[in-house]
């Protein structure tokens, strides 16, 4: 999706880069054309505005980094104010909610919530182990509940309907899905609703009472990535009547340029939370600001390198994991995310060649490809919370559980569980010949000296991995 | 119904146009009232042609043309009609003989489904038999849904098996379309992106189809955007018209605050004029595109904007 959002960014941020040392008529002149390139991908007219004058204010301004180069300068400014603009402090889906859980999804028509509403009951399954009832509120749009009872039926997830009659309120569906959620002891609850356009008064009051009935822990507005300068105004009258939690932007597999997915943060302050990719229930993604970030400037090196002569902040959340790791308390998803890690840059090979011995380990982290990656990641998935964190109670009957979820053999299980031991081993070992009795912030040095540091993805692990 | 909804909508337009030019009028310096109609211009999604348009406008400021701020309106509402095709009363060329085949494409969600239904209805209205094709083999329940509208307008609906080949169904719909002498067959499709290499096969291959048992057809191909769309629609557009002989847009849900000047650029850049658009949910929503209306609109009041 972000593709040509990267390539004209680009070509902006290229006169700065021609430029060397930054006169302000330099900053003038590529800050117009940056403001073009944002508003060709469907950024916010004001929002646009303002982001360039923030940039502007970095880069001329007070806050400017010392020592730092123009074009890592103007880079790191957009890196900046780009993750201040999606940044999350909130985690994708809501941190303590009551039992059941419900969520809500609300937003124009067409927009795909009926299909996220899918998505959604898919992920709380699969990775929260969560027993889930999709509630079909939509009575509007014809044959919309069949539409919900038909992916349910697809996933095995049961949906609460009522057959669609002149008098009949979604808000009392709603609340008879909840009883039935209760008496039925389940543990979320996906509440779907008729797409409405703001403008429409009967329905802007039917959807806030939908809310009241439903009282959802997370109240979602889900947006079309396709949509232009309308999403702010869509999201701001949403945002209005409802209580959001956060913005689901789908359909970011086409070639849009996701400039909604920019301004939609700023105007509303609610973060992103999930992407929606593909038109299958397992399509959906969780949002990482800092990833996008990254992307749309497409010059991850450089960001690392500005980001380096920063404060350490992310990297004492890194070194914690590896402390963590080097006294061989390791878990299912530090060895998923090195798995992953390793996919992109290799870093732990580098690690582990410089010990003796490692050569084996390393030849077998250097096997995997996308598919094994593919298996192992619906390995992980197929474990309970327990289990990961504490892979040794993984038994006979556990392992077939998980093979079974996973769709894959027991032996392959089998293997998985002998890496991880093998990982816990080197680990253990590497930290007691790194560490011998230096400090946290010794250890922290001489990682980054050799260049391991920031193995972790910026902000650590994939967050749905931590609950 | 239709018109006093549109009523609602001309009376936001009028009342956006006057607050404008209130703005602009009067005391406003020419300066303030070029930033004002740019923010307009750009928050409905006219895109980089906005920086175009708003450079003239300039260079007639420039050159003593304009010389009041409450000239400004008028010379852009001027200026963006000449970028606008009219259908005039009668959008759809319907064949002489034999059945005329509307084949109906667009992306996920952009309101396919709904504009047929209203389609049909437009054209029962004009004493034609219409019968209706379900080639969205894919969505769950696509086929109940153009069911349920294909039941309240009392037309046939040619279905085939869910997963199934929607080429076959648009097949069979021609075939029956033949049969029952129908004089318009319109076929739904499912929504697809225009990134998809096979999905846009598999229409370019329904297409191909219908002009096997009817040649010539489809004889109007319509894609649907959806009013919200922004620069994306261009995109959309060149994809959907490479793929099937796309004749013009059916732009829906111009009911919500969103102003679908994406399509500008699309008339621009592809030559394709909008022929209808869509104005809620219900089968009496549509209309045929009035480029003077749609103009006013879009330089008309955004409500939400307003109470920012
Ligand atoms: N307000 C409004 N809603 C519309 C309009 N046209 C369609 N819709 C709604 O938009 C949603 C999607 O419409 P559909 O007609 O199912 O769209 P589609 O393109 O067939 O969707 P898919 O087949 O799922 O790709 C539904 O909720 C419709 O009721 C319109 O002009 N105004
Ligand atoms: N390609 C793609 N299509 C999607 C995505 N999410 C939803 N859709 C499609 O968009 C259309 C509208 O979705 P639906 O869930 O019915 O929207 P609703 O009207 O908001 O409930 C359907 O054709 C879906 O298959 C997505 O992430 N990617
Ligand atoms: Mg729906
Ligand atoms: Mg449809």
């Known amino acids: ?467 | 119904m239709v018109l006093s909804r549109l009523r609602a909508g001309l009376q936001r337009t009028r009342n956006r146009i006057s607050h404008a030019l209130r703005r602009l009028g009067g005391d406003t310096s020419l300066e303030e009232a070029l930033e004002a109609l740019e923010e307009i211009l750009y928050t409905a999604d006219v895109g980089l042609l906005a920086g175009e348009i708003l450079d003239e406008l300039q260079g007639e400021v420039r050159r003593g043309a304009i010389a009041r701020a409450d000239e400004l309106g008028p010379w852009l509402r001027e200026r963006l009609l000449r970028e606008l095709q009219d259908p005039g009363p009668e959008p759809l060329r319907l064949q002489p003989s034999g059945p005329t085949v509307i084949l109906v494409v667009g992306v996920n969600g952009s309101g396919k489904t709904t504009s047929v239904a209203r389609l049909v209805a437009w054209l029962q209205g004009r004493g034609l038999k219409v019968l209706l094709g379900a080639a969205d083999t894919f969505r769950a329940a696509a086929v109940e849904q153009l069911g349920i509208w294909a039941e309240r307008l009392g037309v046939d609906l040619v279905t085939g098996p869910h997963q199934g080949d929607p080429a076959a169904v648009a097949h069979d719909a021609a075939e029956a379309a033949l049969a029952r002498g129908a004089d318009v067959l319109v076929v739904d499709t499912a929504g697809r992106l225009h990134t998809q290499k096979n999905l846009m096969e598999e229409l370019a291959k329904v297409a191909r189809v219908l002009d096997r048992k009817i040649p010539g057809a489809p004889h109007e191909t319509l894609l649907v955007l959806d009013a919200t769309t922004g620069q994306n629609a261009v995109q959309q557009a060149r994809r959907f018209a490479e793929k099937v002989p796309v004749d013009g847009i059916f732009l829906a849900k111009l009911d919500g605050t969103a102003k679908g000047g994406a399509v500008f650029a699309v008339q621009r850049e592809l030559g394709l004029p909008v022929k209808f658009v869509g104005l809620g949910e219900g089968l009496e929503d549509l209309e045929v595109f009035d480029p003077g209306e749609f103009t006013d609109a879009l330089l008309g009041p955004r409500p939400a904007a307003e109470t920012a």
């Not at chain 1, 889930?132 to 039926?153: H, I, S, T």
């Not at chain 1, 990535?225 to 597999?253: C, N």
């Not at chain 1, 397992?282 to 800092?290: C, K, N, P, Y």
């Not at chain 1, 990833?291 to 980001?307: H, K």
Request: overall charge positive; some cysteine; hydrophobic content about 40%.
């Open chain 1, 1 to 467: 999706m972000l593709d040509s959002l990267t390539q004209s960014l680009g070509k902006a941020l290229d006169r700065f880069k021609r430029a060397g040392r930054l006169t302000e008529a330099d900053v003038q002149e590529g800050l117009r054309e940056v403001r073009r390139a944002l508003l060709e991908a469907d950024v916010h007219f004001q929002v646009a505005r303002e982001f360039c004058d923030q940039v502007g204010k970095r880069l001329l301004g007070e806050e400017r980094l010392r020592g730092v180069e123009g074009s890592q300068q103007v880079i790191h400014a957009f890196h900046q104010e780009l993750v201040a603009l999606m940044g999350s402090e909130l985690p994708a889906l809501p941190k303590d909610p009551r039992h059941p859980m419900v969520l809500l999804l609300a937003g124009l028509n067409g927009a795909g919530k009926t299909t996220t509403a899918a998505k959604l009951a898919l992920w709380l399954r699969q990775r929260q182990n969560r027993k889930v009832l999709l509630a079909a509120c939509d009575l509007v749009r014809p044959a919309a509940v069949d539409q919900l009872r038909k992916l349910g039926a697809e996933l095995g997830v049961e949906v609460y309907a009522e057959d669609p009659a002149p008098d009949l309120r979604p808000e009392e569906v709603a609340a008879r899905a909840l009883e039935q959620a209760r008496r039925g002891r389940f543990d979320a609850v996906v509440v779907d609703s008729a797409g409405r356009q703001t403008v429409d008064e009967d329905l802007m009051a039917e959807i806030e009472r939908v809310e009241a009935a439903a009282r959802p822990d997370a109240t979602y507005l889900v947006l079309d990535s396709m949509t232009g300068q309308d999403a702010v105004e869509s999201a701001r009258a949403f945002g209005e009547r409802l209580d959001l939690y956060g913005v689901i932007l789908t359909k970011i597999d086409g070639d849009a340029r996701g400039g909604a997915a920019l301004s939609v943060r700023r105007i509303t302050g609610r973060p992103l939370c999930f992407l929606g990719t593909g038109e299958r229930p397992g399509d959906l993604e969780e949002f990482q600001a800092e990833r996008l970030a990254s992307r749309i400037l497409d010059m991850g090196d450089v960001v690392g390198l500005v980001e380096a002569a920063q404060e350490a902040v992310e990297e004492e959340r890194a070194a914690e994991d590896y402390m963590r790791m080097m006294e061989g308390r390791l878990t299912m998803e530090d060895l998923l995310a090195q798995f992953r890690m390793l996919k992109k840059m290799g870093s732990l090979k580098k690690v582990f060649g410089m010990l003796p011995g490692a050569g084996r380990m390393s030849g077998l982290l250097e096997q995997v490809d996308d598919r094994q990656l593919a298996r192992i990641e619906a390995m992980v998935l197929s474990m309970t919370p327990a289990e990961r964190l504490h892979p040794e109670i993984l038994n006979g009957s556990r392992r077939k559980r998980i093979a079974r979820g996973s769709g894959v053999q027991v032996s392959e299980v089998n293997r998985l569980l002998q890496s991880f031991h093998q990982l816990q081993k080197q680990m253990k070992s590497m930290g007691r010949m790194l560490k011998g009795g230096k400090s946290k912030k010794r250890l922290l040095r001489q990682l980054e000296r050799s260049g391991q540091l920031p193995m972790m993805p910026p902000g650590g692990r994939p967050r749905g991995f931590r609950r």
